[in-house]
Every structure is written in structure tokens, then in C-alpha cells.
Nanobody
Framework: QVQLVESGGGLVRAGGSLRLSCAAS????????MGWFRQAPGKEREFVAA????????DYADSVKGRFTISRNNANNTVYLHMNSLKPEDTAVYYC?????????????????WGQGTQVTVSS
């Protein structure tokens, strides 16, 4: 089992920045690929970003490319999502997810472990 706890969400004005953190505990963190997803009210959960166990390979949704950066620190079992140039349409609950071998990083059903989510609200 892997337990994931997100933090760092909040209210920010458009154009601002936030850094989300996801702290992992349980099984060996550095064996897992990690992803960030988000869900806005009335919408389905969507892929935001993901990275490999080493952090060497990353992937991003087109809507966040150039604005968001995913990273990880395996020494402290944490994955981060650095969000810059935030837009009102980025408002959502953000979830981190973990899986040892996701067949597709962008599909939420490929991940076995999920955090409880953290709210990000971007005002215009």
C-alpha cells in the first residue's frame, strides 16, 4: 500500500503561482510512476502531468505545457507540481496518483493509489 497526501492548494489570482506537494508513505516511493490529475466541478477528472520513477521522463497535458512542471524528490518521498501563469480554468481539485507500472500515464484508471485531493482556485 501507498498512502498519498496532497498539500499546497489555495486561492490565487490569475497569473500567479502555486506549488503543490504530494507526500508518499508506505512502499518504496521510488519504484512508482507518479501523476497529477484534476477535477473541476461538473467535469470529469483529467490528466495534468506525470513522471517516471527516476524523474527523467515527464509528460504533460497540452493545456498546461509550458506553465506547469512536475518533479520529485525520492529522498523525501515527495512529488511536486509547480504551477505558473495560472488561469481561472485551472480551478479544480488536484489529485496525485501512484502506480508501479501504468500502461498509460494519462489514464486515471491505470493508477492504483490516490490522495484525497487539494483545492486550487484561480480568480480572474
Amino acid at each position: 500500500q501507498v498512502q498519498l497526501v496532497e498539500s499546497g492548494g489555495g486561492l490565487v489570482r490569475a497569473g500567479g503561482s502555486l506549488r503543490l506537494s504530494c507526500a508518499a508513505s508506505g512502499r518504496t516511493f521510488n519504484n512508482y510512476a507518479m501523476g497529477w490529475f484534476r477535477q473541476a466541478p461538473g467535469k470529469e477528472r483529467e490528466f495534468v502531468a506525470a513522471l517516471s520513477w527516476s524523474g527523467a521522463t515527464t509528460d504533460y497535458a497540452d493545456s498546461v505545457k509550458g506553465r506547469f512542471t512536475i518533479s520529485r524528490n525520492n529522498a523525501n518521498n515527495t512529488v511536486y507540481l509547480h504551477m505558473n501563469s495560472l488561469k481561472p480554468e485551472d480551478t479544480a481539485v488536484y489529485y496525485c496518483a501512484a502506480d508501479p507500472y501504468p500502461s498509460s500515464w494519462s489514464r486515471d484508471h491505470e493508477y492504483d493509489y490516490w490522495g484525497q485531493g487539494t483545492q486550487v482556485t484561480v480568480s480572474s
